[in-house]
C-alpha cells in the first residue's frame, strides 16, 4: 500500500518564527510520555529531486522526513535513528526515538505495502 500524504489547511503562527511562510501544523508528542498536540509545522521541499518534509519543533528543534513511493510512506532523511510507521483512519503515525508525529495520509488501494509499513 502507498500512502499519499494529504497535508493542508492549515497554516503557521507566529509562535515558530523559524518556520517558512505557509508552513502547516501537523500533531506530535515530542520525548518520552508526551501528548499528542498540534505544535508542529510542517514544511515541503525538494533536494535533488527527494521531496523533503522538515518538521520543526515549537522549542527549535526539527526533523526531516523523505517522502518516497515504495509503501512506506515516510523514511528519515538524516539521524541515526530508524522511523516505526503505523496507517490507521488516514493518519500515518511515525515514531522516531522518543518523538511521535501525525501526518494526514491516505492509501493507495492500486500498490501493495511489501516492505511492511507498520512494525
Avoid: W
Wanted: one cysteine or more; proline letters at 4%.
Amino acid at each position: 500500500m502507498i500512502l499519499v500524504l494529504a497535508i493542508a489547511g492549515c497554516s503557521a503562527d507566529a509562535e515558530q518564527p523559524q518556520a517558512e511562510p505557509g508552513a502547516e501544523r501537523i500533531e506530535c508528542a515530542l520525548g518520552e510520555g508526551a501528548e499528542f498536540a498540534a505544535d508542529c509545522l510542517i514544511e515541503r521541499s525538494a533536494v535533488e529531486g527527494a521531496r523533503i518534509l522538515t518538521v520543526r519543533h515549537p522549542d527549535g528543534g526539527m526533523r526531516r522526513f523523505e517522502q518516497v513511493e515504495d509503501g512506506r510512506g515516510l523514511i528519515v532523511a538524516d539521524g541515526a535513528d530508524e522511523a516505526k510507521l503505523d496507517f490507521a483512519d488516514e493518519v500515518l503515525e511515525v515514531t522516531v526515538a522518543s518523538d511521535r508525529y501525525r501526518f494526514p495520509a491516505t492509501p493507495d488501494g492500486a500498490a501493495t505495502n511489501d516492505a511492511g509499513a507498520s512494525d
